[in-house]
């Protein structure tokens, strides 16, 4: 994707030391898997409450879930659709709108902002599902943890200058490629094997 | 405009994971699933055997995130307070519709075994109905 907070840097054309770069790198990384260990950390220790928590303007709250993931869903696929049109890979509109790389970084933040609501249900109320026979689950609890680590080091690599240019689209396309796995294993099923919720 | 309007939300957006973080560790829950019976094991040194299954274990893994830790329902129907007995006069009728599900309640036949389903349902039958 990503889901951003700041709109991505061209590939930088001036050296880079190389021994700088890989402590970024490694800084990166290592935020981003103690983040995720982090949220799998406190889901499996915290015993979950099985509680409705909060809807917020939904009728009940997996109405709320399914259709805020739904909406990140769709505001990380216009990042990604930005993104390609910031790196040029896209050339559609022709003309580069002054305020693409804004909407670039809107569309990202809100998309973050629309999983907090969902990812504090699942962690308080269901926690870390480690029955690996129950696959769904299972995949749905290990990337929603790595989604977050990978979120928090998309931001660290947007915000870190001299990168080499590769590091950033692949830390969007791996976070939003969790997205997907979260909303596939979640949202779509529950569209598929239960209903349509209402609003 | 478009400039601020992402300085906001975006305000917004690290003033939320904080306070998702902070009520992730300081919300407590007003049903806790800790005062279900604790987990059956079987005893060292003994073989052979295996532990039948534990209705209440089940219920905590599979059921209460739906239907509520002590049974008061919550994305799901009540189960409790002779909820559950009421729609359901016999075991043999509960345990067929959690195989086959229906509604918003999921199948649990590829989920659970026959004898896991069996133990659930008891347990909704009985020891939740105690609660």
Redesign the interface.
């Known amino acids: 994707m990503g889901v951003t907070?700041a709109s991505p840097s061209p590939p930088s054309s001036a050296p880079a030391t190389a021994p700088a770069t890989a402590a970024s790198l490694l800084i990166i990384l290592l935020v981003g898997t103690l983040v995720s260990l982090l949220f799998g950390v406190?889901s499996s220790v915290?015993?979950?409450?099985?509680?409705?928590t909060i809807a917020l303007f939904f009728s009940?709250?997996?109405g709320m879930k399914v259709w805020l993931t739904t909406a990140a869903l769709l505001l990380a696929l216009l990042q990604v659709l930005t993104a390609l049109r910031l790196y040029g890979k896209v050339t559609i509109p022709k003309a580069f709108p002054k305020?693409l790389p804004?909407?670039h970084?809107?569309f990202g933040?809100?998309a973050?902002?629309l999983t907090?609501?969902v990812?504090?249900h699942c962690?308080?109320?269901?926690g870390f599902e480690s029955?690996s026979t129950?696959t769904r689950r299972y995949v749905h609890s290990v990337a929603g943890c790595l989604f977050y680590g990978a979120f928090a080091s998309k931001v660290l690599a947007v915000r870190t200058k001299r990168l080499p240019g590769w590091v950033l689209p692949v830390i969007g396309g791996i976070t939003f490629a969790l997205l997907v796995v979260l909303w596939t294993t979640s949202s779509l099923w529950f569209f598929q094997?239960?209903?349509f919720p209402g609003f | 405009m478009l400039k601020r309007a992402v300085a906001v939300v975006e305000v917004i957006a690290v003033a939320g994971f904080v306070i998702m973080v902070a009520l992730l560790l300081v919300k407590q829950p007003t049903k806790h699933l800790t005062a279900l019976p604790p987990r059956t094991t079987v005893p060292a040194g003994q073989t052979g055997t295996t532990a039948p299954p534990d209705g209440a274990q089940l219920y905590k893994s599979s059921c209460a995130g739906c239907h509520g830790g002590d049974g008061g329902g919550g994305i799901g129907p009540q189960l409790r307070d002779g909820a559950v007995t009421s729609s359901f006069k016999d075991a043999a009728s509960e345990v067929s519709f959690v195989k086959s599900g229906a509604g918003g309640m999921p199948a649990f036949r590829d989920e659970m075994s026959d004898a896991e389903i069996q133990a659930v349902v008891d347990f909704t039958r009985t020891t939740l109905q105690a609660k």
């Not at chain 1, 915290?46 to 409705?52: K, V, W």
């Not at chain 1, 962690?123 to 269901?126: E, K, V």
Request: aromatic share 18%; no cysteine; glycine share 2%.
């Open positions: 907070t406190y915290h015993d979950p409450t099985g509680e409705t009940n709250t997996v305020w804004d909407a970084r809107l933040t809100l973050f902002l907090l609501p990812a504090f962690l308080w109320s269901f029955t129950q094997n239960r209903e």
